[in-house]
């Protein structure tokens, strides 16, 4: 699908889409727990249906009545796959799923989309050799077989918080304690007390023994829950950005007390606005594709971290340089820091390419508000955020979607 976005100034309020990162965890700790929970606003994006679909296959039950969703648990340790668990392009889901699937001692296999059976799975690949369970990956699926033992895991905190958190859901299900001992630095650690947040909520404790060890209790029970999704940050920050362009556009529905590490954002807009500044973003990697093209509209900024941004839906980094130069920016990569130029920011001298990539796609839209353009791939936004165009048009901006 391709999207027309016309030139013009957005205005008006929207509800922020509901947080795709806290419906994935609210989902997999009900999904654990011992009788029926439910789950109110759960966005209806592609993400969050594949960990539906998993879990299904694990033998969920899941009822959704529009936005909202009944899950009767089961006991993980005992059950076996109905069939393969297909992911889609989801990394949340398969990092989440993999080690609960390993609980069972049962074979389960896991499919997905090319880009993410190419996603680095190193962590849980090792993890496996080490403590003796079966672990295969030919490119095109990974099988795993368990039973995963209680004890001491040690990972690395500078690849992705999915795989700590992946622990996190399914170490308190075992019999004895266990530890993670984090090699630092540790980067996205708001993501993990987000998971550590999202398991309380469903009667499971797990404690920072340290700056860089999590201790979780094992024989711990997940208890069901009635909860309700709060807004999300990452999606909020696409629209919230058109207030550096002194646009009058509020988002409503986000929690301000909420520990999402994307809450940042509206800290790093007002560095972006005031001049030149140099912005670490290891901690909120989802951020980069709207603060580069922030960035591009105002004065330049130079960004740090940004060596994660490879193993994304696309390569963010380069997929942001590539496009942001048919409007006249000036992008350099280096491996892990990105540098703006915004030598001469005019229209875009061609149609633009979303990437395969949501946030790729939202960045480019809202740059377009202020000159207008074309979007090839647009379709990509309904990873994570399926009405993104539709409240652009509730916000004044014309928007025409067709097919190519």
């Not at 960004?303 to 006249?328: P, Y």
Request: include cysteine; hydrophobic fraction near 40%; charge should be negative.
């Amino acid at each position: 699908m391709n999207v027309r976005i016309n030139k013009g100034v957005p205005g008006g309020r929207v509800n922020a889409p509901p947080s795709k990162s806290m419906a994935h965890r609210m989902l997999i700790s009900a999904a654990m727990a011992s009788g029926t929970s439910r789950i109110r606003g759960i966005s209806d994006c592609e993400d969050v249906r594949a960990t539906i679909d998993c879990l299904v296959a694990l033998g969920v039950q899941i009822e959704q009545s529009g936005n909202d969703v009944t899950v009767t648990g089961v006991d993980m340790t005992a059950s076996a796959p109905r069939s393969a668990l297909n992911c889609n392009e989801s990394g949340s889901t398969l990092r989440f799923l993999l080690p609960i699937a390993l609980l069972s001692g049962k074979n389960t296999l896991f499919m997905g989309a090319e880009g993410l059976m190419k996603r680095p799975m190193n962590v849980y690949e090792e993890l496996c050799k080490k403590k003796g369970l079966s672990y295969n990956a030919d490119g095109e699926s990974i099988a795993v077989r368990g039973p995963l033992p209680a004890g001491e895991f040690e990972v690395v905190g500078n690849v992705s918080s999915q795989f700590i958190s992946g622990l996190l859901f399914a170490l308190p299900c075992l019999p004895t304690d266990s530890k993670i001992k984090i090699i630092p630095p540790i980067e996205s650690r708001s993501y993990i007390d987000l998971t550590i947040e999202a398991l309380a909520l469903f009667g499971v404790e797990v404690k920072w023994s340290d700056d860089t060890t999590l201790y979780v209790k094992g024989g711990q029970k997940y208890r069901p829950a009635d909860l309700t999704v709060e807004g999300d940050y990452s999606g909020a920050a696409f629209i919230d950005s058109f207030s550096l362009f002194g646009r009058d556009v509020s988002v409503d529905g986000l929690n301000p007390d909420s520990t999402q590490g994307d809450k940042v954002y509206k800290l790093l807009f007002d560095m972006i606005k005031r001049g030149v500044p140099t912005i670490h973003i290891g901690n909120c990697p989802d951020l980069g594709p709207i603060l580069f093209a922030a960035a591009a509209a105002k004065h330049g900024a130079v960004f740090t971290g940004t060596k994660r941004l490879k193993i994304k839906e696309s390569d963010r980094a380069a997929a942001m340089a590539e496009e942001l130069s048919k409007f006249g920016v000036s992008v350099t990569v280096y491996e892990d820091k990105v540098v703006v130029y915004p030598i001469s920011f005019h229209a875009p001298s061609e149609t633009l390419c979303g990437h395969n990539d949501h946030r790729i796609v939202m960045a480019l839209a809202v740059l377009l508000t202020l000159t207008g353009g074309e979007i090839t791939g647009a379709e990509a936004i309904n990873k994570s955020y399926p009405s993104f165009f539709e409240d652009l048009r509730a916000l004044g901006i014309e928007v025409t979607e067709y097919e190519a």
